[in-house]
């Protein structure tokens, strides 16, 4: 059997009529892959992977003599197929069936007659990653090659990690003072998914109202404007960055992370005069959303940092820096930058392990990074860091914190993780 890492690079359709092949040749013909196989069945499938591990696999969800399910339980059987990325297109999403392609460990589930773009974006990163990272055992060498190829490709970081259109919405209306309550039920009307997930959280049983809830307007009287502006920004982010694509990354545990650290920067930005508490949110928010790109763009190489990273005693960020010479702070600030987002967000995100560097009147900076340490010491899920940074004494008194006193602050956030699960699961 050819070793992945040695032999061409391939990608593997499970088709029974060929159609999706045809559809995204016209995809397919820009990337510069190797080759590209089609068979109609699991059998078939499974003797191409055994003559030859692919890239990818793409696969509709119903095949000639089996589901994918029932072939994926075959694939991640078997130690050597275990890691083979796996992407499922069908004609209409449903959600029994997407809850049934994760508990198995597909990456992604899409439209096949919309995401024909997806599947080349896809391919794209499977074949550089094949062709720059083909052993997983990083050099000197490579390292510095893999830190020249983050940066040229993260100056095009708006192609590969756009904003959606909705959050883009969204947070100008959190940044707006003027916007209303009506501003903001009117644009979550307009996407019914959006929707659909925010009245599920208003009417969960975390809330516990007598009756259901069936409009925005509503669930907003009752919640609060703040709170739902809030539960929408991250309901668009998690959506714009909810595919799975590494087990050594714990998406989940990292968005329980990022969530804690959002709601303990708005919290603790009661504290700071002239700090706006959505900003704080925001900022708590997307302080680690570095990671979340390299893990989606970058994925070999982030595999490969943070297996050696464990080998530093050392927070992750400083593993980054010694290994490649950029982390994923600076990645979240480019991307942030990107974004368009206010300077002072972008700041508090590159600048969330390194609050020396704040100017005097850049408060954000320091509170999401006690933030952000004081949910590492209290285990508010994981961001995939296995030694937490140390607080930093200068943010204490920027903020005029004793560092006695942060115990009791801490419960006083009242950081809620029942209430950070049922966004997450809604």
């Given at each position: 059997?050819?070793?992945k890492?040695?032999?061409?690079?391939?990608?593997?359709?499970l088709?029974?009529?060929s159609?999706?092949?045809?559809?995204?040749?016209?995809?397919?013909?820009?990337?510069?892959?190797k080759?590209?196989?089609?068979?109609?069945?699991?059998?078939?499938?499974?003797?191409?992977i055994?003559?030859?591990?692919p890239a990818?696999?793409?696969?509709?969800?119903?095949?000639?003599?089996?589901?994918?399910?029932?072939?994926l339980k075959?694939?991640r059987?078997?130690?050597?197929?275990?890691?083979?990325?796996?992407?499922?297109?069908?004609s209409?999403i449903?959600?029994?069936?997407?809850?049934?392609?994760?508990?198995?460990?597909i990456?992604?589930?899409f439209?096949?007659?919309k995401?024909?773009?997806?599947?080349?974006?896809?391919?794209q990163?499977?074949?550089?990653?094949?062709?720059?990272?083909?052993?997983e055992?990083v050099?000197?060498?490579?390292?510095?090659?893999?830190?020249a190829?983050?940066r040229?490709?993260?100056?095009?970081?708006?192609?590969?990690?756009?904003?959606?259109?909705?959050?883009?919405?969204?947070?100008?209306?959190?940044?707006?003072?003027?916007?209303?309550?009506?501003?903001?039920?009117?644009?979550?009307?307009k996407?019914q998914?959006?929707?659909?997930?925010?009245l599920?959280?208003?009417?969960?049983?975390?809330?516990?109202?007598?009756r259901?809830?069936?409009?925005?307007n509503?669930?907003?009287v009752?919640l609060?404007?703040?709170?739902?502006?809030?539960?929408?920004?991250?309901?668009?982010?998690?959506?714009?960055?909810?595919?799975?694509?590494?087990?050594?990354?714990?998406?989940?545990?990292?968005?329980?992370?990022?969530?804690?650290?959002?709601?303990a920067a708005?919290?603790?930005?009661?504290?700071?005069?002239?700090?706006?508490?959505?900003?704080?949110?925001?900022?708590?928010?997307?302080?680690?959303?570095?990671?979340?790109?390299l893990?989606?763009?970058?994925?070999?190489?982030?595999?490969?940092l943070l297996?050696?990273?464990?080998g530093?005693?050392a927070?992750?960020?400083?593993?980054e820096?010694?290994?490649?010479?950029?982390?994923?702070a600076?990645?979240?600030?480019?991307v942030?930058?990107?974004?368009?987002?206010?300077?002072?967000?972008?700041?508090a995100?590159?600048?969330?392990?390194?609050?020396?560097?704040?100017?005097?009147?850049?408060?954000?900076?320091?509170?999401?990074?006690?933030?952000?340490?004081l949910?590492?010491?209290?285990?508010?899920?994981?961001?995939?860091?296995?030694?937490?940074?140390?607080?930093n004494?200068?943010?204490?008194?920027h903020?005029?914190?004793?560092?006695?006193?942060?115990?009791?602050?801490?419960?006083?956030?009242?950081?809620?993780?029942?209430?950070?699960?049922m966004?997450l699961?809604?």
């Amino acid at each position: 059997m050819s070793d992945k890492g040695q032999a061409e690079v391939t990608v593997l359709f499970l088709d029974r009529r060929s159609i999706a092949v045809q559809q995204f040749r016209k995809v397919l013909t820009t990337v510069q892959f190797k080759a590209i196989r089609h068979v109609n069945s699991v059998r078939d499938a499974l003797r191409e992977i055994n003559q030859q591990i692919p890239a990818l696999i793409f696969s509709e969800w119903e095949l000639e003599d089996h589901t994918i399910i029932e072939f994926l339980k075959v694939i991640r059987s078997n130690e050597k197929w275990a890691e083979i990325p796996v992407y499922v297109y069908t004609s209409e999403i449903r959600n029994d069936r997407v809850r049934a392609a994760k508990s198995v460990g597909i990456q992604s589930y899409f439209l096949k007659s919309k995401d024909s773009e997806k599947v080349g974006r896809l391919i794209q990163r499977a074949v550089s990653v094949e062709k720059t990272a083909e052993k997983e055992e990083v050099t000197t060498e490579n390292r510095q090659l893999i830190a020249a190829k983050l940066r040229s490709q993260l100056k095009h970081i708006e192609k590969l990690a756009p904003l959606p259109t909705i959050a883009q919405t969204v947070f100008r209306l959190i940044s707006d003072q003027n916007s209303s309550a009506h501003d903001l039920a009117a644009v979550i009307d307009k996407d019914q998914s959006l929707t659909a997930r925010i009245l599920k959280i208003v009417n969960s049983a975390y809330y516990g109202f007598s009756r259901q809830i069936g409009n925005i307007n509503h669930g907003i009287v009752i919640l609060g404007f703040t709170e739902v502006k809030n539960i929408t920004m991250a309901a668009c982010i998690l959506d714009a960055f909810k595919e799975e694509v590494s087990e050594e990354f714990n998406r989940y545990n990292f968005w329980v992370h990022s969530i804690g650290v959002a709601y303990a920067a708005r919290e603790l930005s009661e504290r700071i005069p002239g700090i706006n508490r959505d900003d704080a949110f925001v900022a708590g928010l997307l302080h680690d959303i570095g990671k979340v790109i390299l893990d989606q763009h970058f994925n070999r190489y982030f595999r490969m940092l943070l297996k050696e990273a464990k080998g530093y005693n050392a927070p992750l960020f400083k593993s980054e820096d010694a290994l490649y010479g950029i982390n994923h702070a600076e990645i979240g600030e480019i991307v942030s930058h990107s974004w368009n987002l206010p300077q002072s967000l972008e700041r508090a995100v590159g600048l969330h392990h390194t609050p020396g560097a704040a100017t005097p009147n850049e408060h954000i900076i320091h509170l999401v990074h006690v933030a952000n340490v004081l949910c590492h010491r209290n285990h508010i899920g994981s961001s995939g860091t296995a030694l937490a940074q140390p607080i930093n004494p200068g943010s204490l008194e920027h903020l005029g914190i004793e560092a006695a006193e942060l115990g009791d602050i801490w419960e006083s956030l009242e950081i809620d993780e029942e209430k950070i699960t049922m966004i997450l699961k809604s």
